[in-house]
């Protein structure tokens, strides 16, 4: 399972309020990954980060900031949650130290904001 | 636009049957990515084709990528209920990044 965790794994929020999502990596992987996944959309990147402190945007990446101040942990922030966030995020590395090579996923989050 | 196409979204299949799934990119592929997920769960990878003509199995589950069509594709030979699930492609755009399908749907009746 490419030692990946996420937390929390589930959590419901209020509009307007912070959250926070962590990914957690033991195996010292150079790129990790935010993605959601919605019915009709399928599996879209969020932000990346190709090392510590390193990150850049995905696709949908407004509304979300992202952070990487270790090796093994990269967090997803929504500043200010909104019912269009509600969705199951995934954390994902590549293994080895070479971009795009074969990307692992954790176990998921799933996020509700009412 | 979908710059990668699964097709069928769905498909039901009697236990035993062979099927495909195919995965139609509109742009240049570098590289492409077979994953699995179980209903409720993550994504777990199956095979990764980068070049032409490329042709990977995995017990019964086989892909190809045909570079000059863009297109890959996964067949199950003898399907069985443990292979029920969301198949998706992903791309290799070689800019850091994989752009995934939509997915497939696959369910297997007993």
């Known amino acids: 399972d490419a030692g990946i965790t996420q937390s929390p794994r589930h959590k419901v929020t209020e509009t307007g309020t912070p959250v926070t999502l962590r990914c957690h990596q033991t195996?010292?992987?150079?790129?990790m990954y935010w993605y959601r996944q919605d019915p009709g959309h399928g599996l879209r990147l969020i932000h990346y980060s190709y090392g510590v402190k390193d990150t850049d945007k995905g696709e949908v990446s407004d509304g979300y900031s992202v952070s990487r101040s270790k090796t093994e942990d990269f967090l997803l922030t929504l500043e200010s949650a909104t019912s269009s966030q509600t969705s199951v995020y995934f954390c994902?590395?590549?293994?080895?130290?070479?971009?795009?090579?074969?990307?692992?996923f954790g176990p998921g989050t799933r996020l509700t904001v009412t | 636009s979908q710059e990668l196409e699964q097709s069928p979204q769905s498909l039901i299949v009697q236990e035993g049957k062979n099927l495909t799934i195919n995965c139609t990119s509109s742009?240049?592929?570098?590289?492409l990515y077979w994953y699995k997920q179980k209903y409720g769960e993550g994504l777990i990878f199956l095979m990764m084709?980068?070049?032409?003509?490329e042709e990977k199995s995995h017990e019964k589950i086989t892909a190809k990528l045909d570079e000059k069509k863009q297109q890959s594709s996964l067949h199950i030979t003898a399907s069985q209920p443990s292979h029920a699930g969301i198949y998706l492609c992903?791309?290799?755009?070689?800019?850091?990044?994989?752009?995934f399908g939509k997915g497939t749907r696959l369910h297997i009746l007993p």
């Open positions: 994902a590395i590549s293994a080895g130290q070479v971009k795009n090579y074969e990307q692992y």
């Open positions: 742009k240049t592929l570098y590289g």
């Open positions: 195996e010292n992987h150079r790129y």
């Open positions: 992903g791309a290799d755009r070689r800019d850091d990044k994989i752009i």
């Open positions: 084709l980068q070049k032409g003509g």
